[in-house]
């Protein structure tokens, strides 16, 4: 009796992890609440390891890829088709930053603090970015909590 009140005491606990990680919805807009064009909308997001995020494509033209240098070690690039829906999980800490291939000069960006790892963020915030970009990566890194 004992191992099947231990099993189902470990089977509790795994599927309560599961349930605890939460979807978050990014947005790739040709125009954002704020009035500049292209933009993610948030794009900012704080989230837990085990989080899900998906990229909606509300308006067509756009994409989302991880940029080189701006990722935790160990983590994977990721990169959507344009004009599709895109959902990822992330599991390693640390931060990410994102752009809208079509659109990076424009400042299509955007950043992704996965749980209180921070130890990127230098290494992150050394990658050159392209004309309007650069400037806001500045602002969302400022976002970064430790």
Not at 24 to 39: A, I, T, Y
Not at 85 to 109: A, N
Not at 111 to 136: M, Y
Request: glycine share 12%; proline share 5%.
């Amino acid at each position: 009796m004992f191992k099947t009140v231990s099993a189902a005491l470990v089977a509790m606990l795994v599927f309560a992890g599961q349930a605890s990680a939460a979807d978050h919805v990014v947005e790739m807009l040709n125009r954002g609440s704020n009035g500049q064009p292209m933009q993610f909308e948030p794009a900012f997001l704080k989230i837990e390891p085990g989080d899900t995020v998906t990229f909606k494509s509300v308006q067509p033209g756009h994409n989302v890829i991880s940029i080189d240098g701006m990722m935790p070690d160990g983590a994977k690039p990721f990169k959507s088709q344009v004009s599709k829906d895109f959902t990822i999980t992330f599991e390693r800490s640390g931060v990410y930053g994102y752009k809208c291939l079509p659109h990076y000069g424009m400042g299509m960006v955007g950043v992704i603090q996965v749980g209180d790892d921070t130890s990127n963020l230098e290494a992150a915030k050394g990658v050159r970015a392209p004309g309007r970009a650069g400037a806001l990566f500045k602002e969302l890194f400022g976002q970064v909590s430790g």
